[in-house]
């Protein structure tokens, strides 16, 4: 279980017993012989205990387990509950049938997996796919990243992502980024924000394996097109806040930041957890020239053994005109996560232009 799907306990209350009961009313819509009863019976066994990705792997087995039909007949019935299900996350346990009872029989599965995109996301069922055949999957998907609809085009890039949160790694693709770079070409400048978030993330994704290789990628687009640039800038957001040189220059924020900053604070100095702080300083220009700088910072959490770990945050990009200053400021509420414990001490805070530290602060955090 990933740390994503124990979050928020409010989160795996999608699938409560209520949604539950909506899910076996609309099958007894579609399909009068449904057995509501064993369903709600079975579906709500130990619900409390489980993930929301738990749950939505019982929805999809309890409906397999009270349809009384062959794979082919329970597709077209769960083809008439999609539209009639109120969430689109409570959706994705259709998609996960397939992945689940379909692996005997690829195409109807494809284009099962292509039709239930449409209505909460198929990107979670359809790596079963490309983990067990890779080559006639990713062949596919290629074909999908041309498809008119914005649900499947973003699918092909969100599906194939190495590293898709609350999901498996594609360890092929991890590998070797090129098994998907069509998929992404054929993307690199689509008219659809929510195509183009999937293909940053998943540039992103690559980054943490061959950052190279997608600066080589992406150095060779056109970035003219306002949507190809976004993608570009995004893509490499993890890069820009390591103040990776190539990535910075990417989005014209390569020099060096002739700039000095004044008057960083954090403010309170002293506070407990749950609490919040606001950074604040002014990036001053030291010459004539405006400057396109990119501006982040840093945190060194203090760990249990009194060590430290530097999380980057993005704060803002702007473009600085010849002796000009701005004023920066951020509030942040320092609370538990599930990704990050917080341990009393002092924690130093660092200002960022252009990848180059060049000033910082501290806070304390009481026990």
Partial sequence: ??????????????????????????????????????????????????????????????????????????????????????????????PNYVAMYGAHDFEQSMEALKFFTSFGSSEFAIRHFLRSDLERSLALMQVWSLDDSEHVRRLASEGSRPRLPWSFRLEPIQADPTLAAAILDNLKADESLYVRKSVANHLNDITKDHPEWVLDLIEGWSLENKHTAWIAKHALRSLIKQGNQRALAVIGAGGKPEVEIIDVKAEPKVIRLGEKITLSFTVKSTVPDSQRLVIDYAIDYVKANGGTSAKVFKLKALTLPGHASELVSRGQQIKELTTRRHYAGEHAVHIMVNGERLASTSFEILP
Avoid at 22 to 43: D, S
Avoid at 54 to 59: H, K, L, P, S, T
Avoid at 64 to 81: F, I, K, M, Q, T
Wanted: charged share 20%.
């Fill in 1 to 94: 279980m990933t740390a994503a799907e124990t979050s928020a306990p409010a989160l795996k209350e999608i699938f409560n017993a209520e949604r539950l009961k909506h899910i076996a009313t609309e099958m007894t819509a579609v399909y009068p012989a449904f057995n509501a009863k064993a369903f709600l019976k079975m579906a709500n066994d130990g619900l409390a205990e489980l993930s929301i990705m738990q749950r939505m792997a019982r929805v999809s087995e309890c409906l397999h387990a009270v349809l009384p039909l062959g794979y082919e007949e329970s597709l077209d019935v769960l083809r008439a509950l999609a539209p009639r299900l109120n969430s689109g996350f409570v959706s994705i346990s259709l």
